[in-house]
């Protein structure tokens, strides 16, 4: 059973940035195609950013390109997701993932292709 537990989040204002973690127990992150999501009050979960399996290509949302980057680190085991420029509208709780059994450099933006979840973590930028 893999278990995700992501941190980093808090209170920024517009402009500054952040880094979130996400550790990974029970299995190595290196054989999943793990990804970013948030959910904003009142909306569905998006897709932010990812990583896939293998090549370890990464890939962003159109609104977060250029400004947010992932990453993992394999003896830690922990992927991250480095935030800046932030603005408002990027508030919201941002969640980890983790595809069990990806395909080869597959990339996964759809929630329902994720097998795991981590509980989620706050983000509010002030204007």
């Known amino acids: 059973q893999v278990q995700l537990a992501e941190s980093g989040g808090g209170l920024v204002q517009a402009g500054g940035s952040l880094r979130l973690s996400c550790a990974a127990s029970?299995?190595?992150?290196?054989?999943?195609?793990m990804g970013w999501f948030r959910q904003a009050p009142g909306k569905e979960r998006e897709f932010v950013a990812g990583?896939?399996?293998?090549?370890?290509?990464?890939y962003y949302a159109g609104s977060v390109k250029g400004r947010f980057t992932c990453s993992g680190d394999n003896d830690k085991n922990t992927v991250y997701l480095q935030m800046n420029s932030l603005r408002p509208e990027d508030t919201a709780v941002y969640y980890c993932?983790?595809?069990?059994?990806?395909?080869?450099?597959?990339?996964?933006?759809?929630?329902?292709?994720?097998?795991?979840w981590g509980q989620g973590t706050q983000v509010t930028v002030s204007s």
């Open positions: 993932a983790a595809v069990a059994r990806p395909n080869y450099s597959a990339y996964y933006t759809q929630t329902q292709s994720y097998d795991y």
């Open positions: 990583i896939s399996w293998g090549a370890g290509n990464r």
């Open positions: 029970g299995h190595t992150f290196s054989s999943y195609a």
